[in-house]
């Protein structure tokens, strides 16, 4: 069955810079895109990129642009998402979602890994 | 950036039927899908591209399609139905084109 599996909880100075893995399995990694997708402290659910893992493309949201950088390793099946000059609202659970198409756009988002809680705090 | 608009709270009690709705400009011209998100787990897809049940959603979750609002109907609501749900939309055109609604918490009563 497809697992997404991500780092754990990771704390963070403001101005410093995180990466978040997102482990994947039970399936073809190349064939689906993968998103991350953010929740701030009792917030909703904001988007804030993609990546193509067979090509290492991504599309980003505008407002990340600069800070977020998203990357994949094929060996291992990973893809990361680092994001930099953190603030503290960027005190987050960041989850990885799995295309429900294959090599598709438009899709839903079927498969979400656990979520990655990253705290900005001096 | 395309806005989605959820009413925040929805309540219904157990064995009634529960609608929430998402509004946007020109809804019909994306493909909605809906989340639920119970308090401390990641959002599961409920219905997708409008109307499609993922397997393993119980039937009594459905979507529909009117004008430029799309609703999430859940027929004979259970406890287990007390959730957060978004619905989202991919906007290929946007800076932003991944997007959801604010989420509306259902409540039962």
């Known amino acids: 069955q497809v697992q997404l599996v991500q780092s754990g909880v990771d704390m963070k100075k403001p101005g410093a810079s995180v990466k978040v893995s997102c482990q994947a399995s039970?399936?073809?990694?190349?064939?689906?895109?993968l998103h991350w997708v953010r929740q701030a402290p009792g917030q909703g659910l904001e988007w804030m990129g993609r990546?193509?893992?067979?090509?290492?493309?991504?599309r980003l949201a505008q407002k990340f642009q600069g800070r977020l950088r998203l990357t994949r390793d094929m060996s291992s099946a990973t893809v990361y998402m680092g994001l930099s000059s953190l603030k503290s609202d960027d005190t987050a659970v960041y989850y990885c979602?799995?295309?429900?198409?294959?090599?598709?756009?438009?899709?839903?988002?079927?498969?979400w890994g656990q979520g990655t809680l990253v705290i900005v705090s001096s | 950036s395309y806005v989605l608009t959820q009413p925040p709270f929805v309540s219904v009690a157990p064995g009634k039927t529960a609608r929430i709705s998402c509004g946007g400009n020109?809804?019909?011209?994306?493909?909605v899908q809906w989340y639920q998100q119970k308090p401390g787990q990641a959002p599961v897809l409920v219905v997708g591209?409008?109307?499609n049940r993922p397997s393993g959603i119980p039937d009594r979750f459905s979507g529909s399609f009117s004008g430029n609002t799309a609703t999430l109907t859940i027929n004979r609501v259970e406890a287990g139905d007390e959730a957060d749900y978004y619905c989202?939309?991919?906007?290929?055109?946007?800076?932003?084109?991944?997007?959801f609604g604010g989420g509306t918490k259902l409540t039962v009563l």
């Open positions: 039970g399936y073809t990694f190349t064939d689906y895109f």
């Open positions: 990546i193509n893992p067979k090509t290492g493309g991504t």
């Open positions: 979602a799995r295309d429900f198409y294959a090599a598709g756009s438009n899709s839903p988002w079927g498969d």
């Open positions: 591209d409008d109307t």
């Open positions: 989202q939309v991919w906007v290929d055109t946007s800076d932003h084109p991944g997007v």
């Open positions: 020109n809804l019909g011209t994306y493909s």
